[in-house]
Structures are given as structure tokens and as C-alpha cells.
């Protein structure tokens, strides 16, 4: 019996117990909010990193291992990123219903890292297309749920009116994965060939797992405290000092009286566009995902847009830059990997720039200049075709910066605008959302953001077989056009020359 008692509180001090009375040990630093956000960061990154470090040597896989010939290497590659997508915008929503009814985040966090390890010891180790699919869908849904309740995790530690620059700054760092894994990938591939891709890929995995493991919610953190007793007296007398301290500002400020009521009719105002029926009068689907009430907004179904048109940009360049580089200019998996790095060096300059733009001028102002500017950038990359082939590849990677500095400034707009529509609609009708909506949008967005990265590689990868590289990319430019024209249109609200209110 002493032995069970001694190996109950070993569990709760290591944290694998949840025995709220015994706190684990780190308790401090693993329920500290700059360690909740790392995880999520570190958790961010690894699945960028490793989708990522497989884009530059996806080809010499299948050429290399499964024996696919050349003339198949682009179909193939394109079913892969297309079976990765697929299984994020299927298991998005779910994870999104899961995350906002289970007492914590980190069993959810788990399991996605689990179904990330199958899937990369598959990936470096299949020698079949079944395989490798099977191993992309497994990478997929781990993708799906380390998004979605990732950045609930993140909502849950720093609330709402801290998400921006926290959300900004977690891109600021995974933008290092996101454009240093194919330059990795391709130069490990190169020089220790399977074993040190796949090394490299559980090191990443190794440091991801021990964080999940350690990591105490705030929530969680909270029960540990409501057990301690001096914890919980020192609480609520901090809180009950802030109380006193904002009362007393309250009273002593002449200017809050004053504009109070100027306040209440701008939010009433406000709220009155977003109202909604009462929860009762609602359908059973819309009680069990509220998230749906929202779809009312054609600026919040436009952010989907603007998102899923991103990531059918991105996703177009992971299947077709590899492939171009490997048949029209020869380069090996090393220097394919390299070519991501002016495509993608930008965003860690450019996308905290954007961000900051974003919360000064609009999603609109972003939205609209960055797809602009994707529109001469995209038909660009038809040029070095027609320069002698020693000279294009320096041109080619000019143009390809110019490309990345595009793709830098979507990033912000869409994630933003959905999560202001989302709040307001959330502030105006409490009754209708028991629980946050936030892991439900990110859930819904994860979901349309996939079938962007779904639909990039079968749609520009086939463009590519049937009407050459250059012509594929002036169809991509003219997506673009089309998408800054809707931005304009219904991001932010009308523009005023449209009968609406906006600053356009």
C-alpha cells in the first residue's frame, strides 16, 4: 500500500497524475505563459519544418526508391501534397469540436504528435506510392490538430486582446522553419541520403514531444492553485487589489462619464448588425456548432477565401518549383532546396512588417496590395525561359524574392479579419456560444487552408504538364487579380464607393 501511495505522488510531481494537491515539479516555469506560447510555437514549427524538409526531395523518392519515371515524377508529387491537404481539411472541423469540449488541450496535442512520428518514420522508410500516401494523410491530420488546438491554446493563455502580437510573433519564428526545411531536406538528402533526413526529422520531434509533455495549461495550473490554500489566498487578494486599483481609476477619471454614453451607442449600434436569434430558437447544428451562425458574413466567408487562395499559392510552388528545377535546369535535390530560400527569406523580415500593417491600415489595404503585387510577380517567372540558361537561374531567383515578398503580405489579412468578424459576433450574442468560438473558427479556417494546399498542386501542377511552366503561373496571376478585386470589395466592409462605410 506505502509502495502505491509513494508511486501516486512520484506520478503527480512528474505531472502524469492528477493529483492536484502534490504540484509537479517546474511548476512555475511549465504553467508560465512565455513556455504555454513556446510549446505552441515549437509544436507550430515542427509541422512546418518536416512538411517543409520532404518538398525538395518528394521527387528523388519517388524516382530514387519507388521507381516512378520521370514523366510521372509531377502527378506523383502532387498526389502527395494533395493527400496531406485532403486529410487537414477533413480532420480540421473535428479537432476544432474537440478542442473546444475537452477539460484540456494536451491529451489532443498528443495524439496529433503521435500520428506526426508514424508518419515520418513511414515517409523516410515506404517503398510504395500506398505508403508514402498513407504516410502524408497520417502528416495531414497531424497538421489539423496541432493548428487548430494549438492556437486555442494560445487564446486560452493570453486572451483575446493579446492574440495579435502573440500570433505575430510565433509566425515571426516558424517563417525559419517554413523557409530553412527545404534547404535542410535538400542539402541532408544529398549528403547523408534516408538516414539523415530521418535523424534530422525525429531531433525536430524529440524536442517537440518533451515540450507537449511538460506544458501545464492555465487552466490546469489553476486547479493546482485552487488546492493550495496560501496559493489561492494570495490570489484573491492580487485580484481583489487590481479590482480596487480600476474602481478607483474609474471614479477619479471625469472623462469616462463623459463618453460612456457616446461608447454604448457605437457598440449597441454595432451589436444590433450582429445580433442573432436566441440559441433556443436556433436548429439542433446550429446549438452544437454556433461557429456556423456566423457564415452570415460575406466578410468572414471572403477571409476564407483570401486564406484558401494563400495557401493554393503556396502550395502551387512546393509542386512545381522542385520539379522545374530539376528538369529544366538539372539542379540536384541541394540546390532545389536552395531556390525556396528567396521565396520564402522575405516572410521572416516582411511578415511581422505586414502584421503591424495589417492592425494600422486594414486587412483590406493588405489584402488588396499584396495580390496585387503577386499579379506582375507571377507572370515574371516566365522570363528566364527566354534568357540564355547560364544567365535565367540568377534572374529566376530575383523574381522568385519578388514572389516571396507577395506571399508575405496575404499572410495577415484573412486570419485576422475571420477573428475580428468572429468576436463580434461572439460579444453580441454571449447566449448563443457556451463555450469560446475560437477553436471552431480556427478548426473551419485550418479546413479551408487545406483545401487550398489540396487544390494548389493538382491544379498548377497540371497546368504545368498541359500548358508548359510559364503559362501555368500567368493563370495563378490572373487568381490573384481576381481575389484583390474581392478583397477590395467585401474585406473590412464595402468600400464607400460602394455605398458602404469602409476607407477605400
Request: proline letters at 5%; charged letters at 15%.
Amino acid at each position: 500500500m506505502s509502495d502505491q501511495s509513494t508511486t501516486r505522488k512520484l506520478k503527480s510531481y512528474i505531472g502524469f497524475r492528477s493529483d492536484y494537491g502534490v504540484k509537479p515539479f517546474g511548476f512555475w516555469f511549465r504553467s508560465h505563459t512565455l513556455f504555454i506560447v513556446s510549446t505552441v510555437g515549437i509544436g507550430l514549427f515542427t509541422d512546418l519544418f518536416l512538411y517543409g524538409m520532404v518538398v525538395p526531395i518528394v521527387p528523388y523518392i519517388l524516382e530514387d526508391r519507388i521507381g516512378i519515371p520521370q514523366s510521372g515524377i509531377q502527378s506523383a508529387t502532387s498526389a502527395l501534397l494533395a493527400a496531406y491537404a485532403g486529410a487537414s481539411f477533413l480532420f480540421a472541423p473535428v479537432a476544432g469540436y474537440i478542442a473546444d469540449r475537452t477539460a484540456s488541450r494536451q491529451a489532443p496535442f498528443l495524439a496529433g504528435l503521435t500520428a506526426l512520428i508514424v508518419a515520418t518514420i513511414m515517409l523516410f522508410t515506404g517503398r510504395s506510392m500506398t505508403v508514402l500516401i498513407i504516410a502524408r494523410v497520417a502528416q495531414g491530420a497531424s497538421s489539423a490538430v496541432v493548428w487548430t488546438v494549438g492556437l486555442a491554446l494560445c487564446i486560452d493563455t493570453v486572451g483575446p486582446d493579446n492574440l495579435g502580437k502573440t500570433i505575430g510573433s510565433i509566425f515571426s519564428f516558424i517563417s525559419v522553419g517554413a523557409f530553412a526545411a527545404p534547404v535542410v531536406g535538400g542539402t541532408v538528402w544529398k549528403k547523408s541520403g534516408q538516414a539523415g533526413a530521418l535523424g534530422v526529422s525525429v531531433g525536430v520531434i524529440g524536442v517537440d514531444l518533451l515540450m507537449r509533455l511538460l506544458v501545464i495549461e492555465k487552466k490546469v495550473a489553476k486547479r493546482y492553485d485552487d488546492a493550495d490554500p496560501t496559493s489561492t489566498a494570495s490570489n484573491n487578494a492580487d485580484q481583489a487589489s487590481e479590482h480596487d486599483g480600476e474602481s478607483s481609476n474609474d471614479q477619479d477619471s471625469p472623462e469616462h462619464d463623459e463618453s460612456s454614453p457616446l461608447l454604448s451607442k457605437k457598440d449597441e449600434k454595432e451589436n444590433a448588425m450582429y445580433k442573432l436569434a436566441p440559441s433556443e430558437e436556433q436548429r439542433a447544428i446550429f446549438r452544437h456548432l454556433p461557429i456556423l451562425l456566423t457564415f452570415r458574413s460575406s466578410s468572414l466567408l471572403l477571409a476564407f477565401v483570401v486564406g484558401m487562395i494563400q495557401a493554393f499559392l503556396l502550395s502551387s510552388f512546393d509542386s512545381t518549383l522542385p520539379t522545374h528545377a530539376q528538369g529544366y535546369y538539372g539542379l540536384d535535390s541541394l540546390k532545389s532546396g536552395l531556390l525556396f530560400l528567396p521565396l520564402g527569406a522575405l516572410d521572416l523580415v516582411m511578415g511581422p512588417i505586414a502584421g503591424w500593417a495589417t492592425d494600422k491600415y486594414g486587412t483590406k489595404a493588405l489584402a488588396v496590395v499584396g495580390y496585387l503585387w503577386l499579379v506582375p510577380a507571377l507572370v515574371l517567372l516566365r522570363v528566364p525561359q527566354a534568357a540564355p540558361l547560364g544567365k535565367n537561374l540568377a534572374i529566376y531567383c530575383v523574381i522568385l524574392a519578388l514572389n516571396g515578398a507577395g506571399l508575405a503580405t496575404i499572410g495577415a489579412p484573412s486570419l485576422v479579419e475571420a477573428g475580428a468578424v468572429v468576436d463580434k459576433f461572439y460579444q453580441a450574442n454571449p447566449e448563443n456560444f457556451p463555450n469560446s468560438p475560437y477553436a471552431q473558427l480556427y478548426g473551419f479556417n485550418s479546413m479551408v487552408f487545406s483545401a487550398g494546399l489540396a487544390l494548389g498542386p493538382i491544379v498548377a501542377g497540371g497546368l504545368k504538364d498541359k500548358i508548359g511552366y510559364g503559362n501555368s503561373n500567368a493563370v495563378l496571376a490572373a487568381v490573384s487579380g481576381v481575389t484583390a478585386l474581392g478583397g477590395y470589395i467585401w474585406l473590412g466592409g464595402k468600400p464607400k464607393m460602394l455605398g458602404g462605410k469602409g476607407v477605400l
